[in-house]
């Protein structure tokens, strides 16, 4: 019945199985353990309450006012910044989340047709959110997350909302966890001047996690566009100039399939410092630069250091040939500094 749903939202909500889509930011990780598992993660299961914005079904009552900072350093002087609050409402035994992700991409020079500079502009892209989950029976959870989007380039200005549903299972005695989640079910409010309405950027996930029970290691395995099989970005022009092959898009091929695919490690050193690893097969793809190799793109990791109060947390991840991106977070358990409330018990885990 649940995947079920799942397959039928994708119908309703993503009509575009290729092509452009609107609000393209929105697929861009937003804390830095996700960035460190490869982008694309649904179902680890950690006290992060970045997690829980990118999928609602992890969202669980030990983040009640846990707090979460994110700075990012983009490319080209690019600024995004991310802020997250969780609270877990006993009487409804519902857990609630809020946050913002808001994107700055600097002063930009404002010119007419024939090149005249008729001043400057300061484009951004945000999204705000708002979560909540409850629990089913012993090994279940299920969340859902409203979210309102908007685009301001100058006179271009656009907005919309979106709905992601997660559900989650989770073994606590075998330390293993599966989550589904549909990503981005919306529509636009308001165009951009002189456009058509787009598509938001879909996506239907699938992921599986497993600590091993005697040795300090984690793995995850996530599968994302479940509901379109041949996502390879085809650009024929693009593809002779640059050596790259057109191939045919209705053959079967394991390249098609791995790029479906990020895997993921955990590796725990102690309870205090944790590290992640991840590949994610399809950005080291796409970023391939022809015949000349693509170092380590497609390649993440990050660390973090997990304290009574705090949990700092950092992440690389390689975009460009010899150059990386890096992601800075910090998480605050509030009512631990301040006295705001009973913190909230975990839900198995």
């Known amino acids: 019945m649940t995947i079920g749903f799942f397959m039928y939202a994708g119908t309703v909500f993503a009509q575009t199985l290729g092509g452009n889509t609107v609000f393209n930011f929105l697929k861009l990780s937003n804390s830095p353990q996700l960035t460190a598992l490869g982008g694309v993660n649904v179902s680890k299961i950690s006290d992060d309450i970045g997690l829980a914005v990118n999928n609602p079904a992890l ?46 991409y600097g002063n930009i020079q404002q010119t007419d047709a024939l090149g005249n500079v008729l001043g400057s502009l300061q484009p951004t892209d945000w999204v705000m959110q708002v979560s909540a989950s409850r629990k089913y029976m012993e090994k279940w959870n299920y969340g859902a997350t409203l979210k309102f989007i908007n685009s301001n380039y100058g006179i271009y200005r656009a907005n919309g909302i979106a709905l992601d549903v997660g559900v989650l299972y989770y073994d606590s005695a075998k330390l293993f966890s599966a989550s589904m989640l549909a990503r981005n079910m919306g529509f636009q409010l308001k165009k ?100 000349s190799g693509n170092g380590l793109t497609g390649f993440s990791m990050g660390v973090a250091l997990l304290l009574k109060k705090l949990q700092v947390r950092y992440a690389l991840a390689a975009y460009q040939n010899n150059t990386t991106y890096s992601q800075f977070g910090l998480n605050m358990k509030l009512n631990e500094y301040f006295g705001l409330g009973k913190f909230g018990e975990k839900i198995g885990w």
Do not use: C
């Not at 900072?69 to 991310?82: L, R």
């Not at 599968?223 to 099989?229: K, P, R």
């Open 59 to 104: 969202l669980q009552p030990s983040m009640h006012t846990q707090m979460s900072a994110v700075f990012n350093s983009f490319y080209a002087g690019i600024k995004a910044y991310g802020l997250s609050l969780g609270y877990q409402n006993e009487k409804v035994h519902t857990n609630f989340l809020w946050s913002l992700n808001y994107f700055s």
């Open 192 to 291: 951009y001047a002189g456009t058509e309405a787009q598509d938001l950027p879909f996506d239907l996930e699938l992921g599986l996690s497993k600590r091993l029970e005697n040795a300090p290691f984690g793995f995850s395995f996530t599968a994302h566009h479940l509901h379109q099989f041949d996502i390879r970005y085809s650009d024929t022009s693009f593809n002779n100039e640059n050596g790259f092959s057109n191939g045919n898009s209705s053959k079967f091929s394991l390249d098609k399939i791995f790029r479906h695919f990020v895997f993921a490690t955990d590796i725990y050193l102690g309870d205090k410092v944790e590290v992640n690893v991840g590949y994610n097969y399809l950005k080291r793809q796409e970023l391939n630069i022809g015949n």
